[in-house]
């Protein structure tokens, strides 16, 4: 079965940068884009970045822009978000996402908090 699982959330200052990571398995990683989403407290969930199969193309957020990289390694099975310039608003539990045979799948999320 699909299993996504994330890690690298944690607490950190503004101004500040985390790696977090999404390790997937259960179906064929090289052939999906990948995803990380968002959600804060009280507010929805969000589109952050999105990367193609092969890495070739990536797309962000407006709010995340020239701040947060999308990378993935086919060969570990993981996709990263690189996290840099760190704001409050940016506070939230981090999803990895994918769509597999039009069936949407998760992880269980990584809390980043970015707090003085």
């Known amino acids: 079965q699909v299993q996504l699982v994330e890690s690298g959330g944690g607490l950190v200052q503004p101004g500040g940068s985390l790696r977090l990571s999404c390790v997937a398995s259960?179906?064929?990683?090289?052939?999906?884009?990948m995803n990380w989403y968002r959600q804060a407290p009280g507010k929805e969930r969000n589109l952050v970045a999105v990367i193609t199969y092969n890495g070739g193309r990536t797309n962000y957020a407006d709010s995340v822009k020239g701040r947060f990289t999308i990378s993935r390694d086919n060969a570990k099975n993981t996709v990263y978000l690189q996290m840099n310039i760190l704001k409050p608003e940016d506070t939230a539990v981090y999803y990895c996402?994918?769509?597999?045979?039009?069936?949407?799948?998760w992880g269980q999320g990584t809390q980043v908090t970015v707090s003085s």
């Open positions: 996402n994918v769509f597999v045979r039009g069936s949407a799948y």
């Open positions: 259960g179906f064929t990683f090289s052939s999906y884009a």
